[in-house]
């Protein structure tokens, strides 16, 4: 079964940044989709950025691109998305998110993955 488990959310100023990461374990095989999610009051869940681990492609929103960085170590099982220029519109909760198929329609949309950590709250401030 996979686990998934997010930290490093927390409340920063407007200009900012953070780096959120995401302790994976459970998988049998190495090559498969990851992702960010996050979901703000009364919205719905978006794709953030992802990343097919094995190969190594990214896929990032448009509202985040040359801002937000998706990487992985692998000999730590970890996920990051490091997180710069942050503006108050980046405050919501983020999901990390994984799916074992080996090829996605689309890696930016939620009903892709079957794995989802419990979530890390970001708050970005004016």
């Known amino acids: 079964q996979v686990q998934l488990v997010e930290s490093g959310g927390g409340s920063v100023q407007a200009g900012g940044s953070l780096r959120l990461s995401c302790a994976a374990s459970g998988y049998t095989s190495s090559r498969y989709y990851m992702g960010w999610f996050r979901q703000a009051p009364g919205k719905e869940r978006e794709g953030v950025a992802a990343?097919?681990?094995?190969?190594?492609?990214?896929s990032y929103a448009d509202s985040v691109k040359g801002r937000f960085t998706i990487s992985q170590d692998n000999s730590k099982n970890t996920l990051y998305l490091q997180m710069n220029s942050l503006k108050p519109e980046d405050t919501a909760m983020y999901y990390c998110a994984a799916e074992t198929r080996s090829w996605l329609f689309n890696p930016l949309r939620r009903v892709e993955y079957n794995y989802w950590g419990q979530g890390t709250q970001v708050t970005v401030s004016s």
């Open positions: 990343i097919y681990i094995g190969g190594g492609s990214t």
